[in-house]
C-alpha cells in the first residue's frame, strides 16, 4: 500500500479536510513548477495545455479556472477562487461563531446572574415556607388543643342539657299534677260558690225572718212594758229566752228576785237538755 493510501486509511473521518490540505500542497508544488499565470492557482490547470477559461480572482488578483472558481454578485467577469472563497466563508462563519459565542456568553451571564438572584429568592421563599411550616405546626397544636376544648365544653353542655330535660320532665309532670289539682280545686271552687250562693240565699231568708221576729219581739216587749206584768212573762218564757230577755231589757226585770232553782248552777248536759220550747229567739 502507497504512502498516501495509508494516510487517508489511518483517517476516515477527517478524510475530506486531510484531502483538500493534500490537493493545496500538491497545487503548490504543481504551480511552483509551472508558472503562476500559465496555471490554475487553486487545481493548476495548465491553460496553454487545457483549453480553459482564464479569470483573476478578484480577492488574491492570481489566474484560476472556470471550475475552481465561483461568479459574484451574478457577473461571469468577476470570479472568486475557492481558496479566497473558503477563507472568506470561514472568516463570515468564525465571525458569526464570535458573535453567537458573545451572545451565548451575555446569554450565560445574564442566566448566571438570573440563577443567583432566583436562587436568593429561593432562599428567601425557603425560609419563607419554613417560617409558614413552623406556623402550622404551632396553629395545629393550638387547633388541637382548641379542639380537646371545644370537645370538654360540648360534653359538659350535653350533660348540663340532660340535667335540664330531666327538671324539665319534672316540672312538666308537677305541672300536670299542678293542672289536675287545679280542675279538681276548680271543680270544687265551683261547687262552693253553688253552695254558697245558697247559703246566702239561705242567710237572706234567716235574716228576713229574724226582722220579723224582732219586729215581733220588739212590739211583744212594749206590751209587755205597758199591759204585761214581769212575772207572767217569766213564767210564760222558757229559761233561754228569759235569760236573753233579762240580758236585752235589763232595767225591766231589775227588781226581780230569782228563785232559788235558778240560782243553782247548771252543768252542761242541763243547757243542752234546755232547748227553746217558746220559740221567741
Known amino acids: 500500500m502507497s504512502k ?33 499565470k500559465d496555471t490554475c492557482r487553486v487545481g493548476g490547470c495548465n491553460f496553454k495545455l487545457i483549453s480553459a477559461n482564464k479569470f483573476a480572482c478578484i480577492s488574491c488578483s492570481q489566474a484560476v479556472c472556470k471550475e475552481h472558481s465561483s461568479e459574484v454578485s451574478g457577473e461571469e467577469s468577476q470570479r472568486i477562487c475557492d481558496f479566497c472563497r473558503d477563507d472568506k466563508i470561514r472568516a463570515e462563519k468564525e465571525g458569526k461563531t464570535l458573535e453567537l459565542k458573545e451572545k451565548l456568553f451575555q446569554e450565560i451571564r445574564v442566566l448566571q446572574e438570573d440563577r443567583v438572584s432566583k436562587t436568593r429568592e429561593v432562599s428567601k421563599l425557603g425560609s419563607k415556607i419554613r417560617k409558614l411550616e413552623n406556623e402550622c405546626k404551632e396553629n395545629q397544636t393550638k387547633f388541637s388543643a382548641e379542639q380537646e376544648e371545644i370537645k370538654e365544653n360540648i360534653e359538659k353542655q350535653r350533660l348540663l342539657l340532660s340535667a335540664i330535660e330531666a327538671e324539665y320532665k319534672e316540672i312538666k309532670m308537677q305541672l300536670e299534677g299542678a293542672q289536675i ?8 271552687l265551683d261547687r262552693g260558690n253553688k253552695t254558697l250562693g245558697a247559703l246566702k240565699v239561705e242567710i237572706q231568708t234567716l235574716e228576713g225572718e229574724q226582722s220579723d221576729k224582732q219586729a215581733l219581739l220588739d212590739e211583744l216587749k212594749k206590751t209587755a212594758s205597758n199591759n204585761v206584768p ?23 226585770f231589775k227588781n226581780i228576785v230569782p228563785t232559788a232553782e235558778e240560782k243553782k248552777p247548771q252543768s252542761q248536759e242541763d243547757m243542752k237538755r234546755n232547748i227553746c220550747t217558746c220559740e221567741v229567739y
Do not use: R, W
Open 230 to 252: 214581769i212575772k207572767m212573762i217569766k213564767e210564760s218564757l222558757c229559761k233561754l229566752c228569759l235569760m236573753k230577755v233579762s240580758l236585752t231589757n235589763s232595767i225591766m
Open 4 to 36: 498516501f493510501g495509508t494516510f487517508f486509511k489511518s483517517n476516515p473521518e477527517n478524510k475530506e479536510s486531510k484531502l483538500a490540505a493534500f490537493s493545496q500542497k500538491s497545487t503548490k508544488f504543481f504551480s511552483a513548477m509551472l508558472d503562476s
Open 181 to 188: 289539682i287545679e280542675g279538681k280545686a276548680s271543680i270544687k
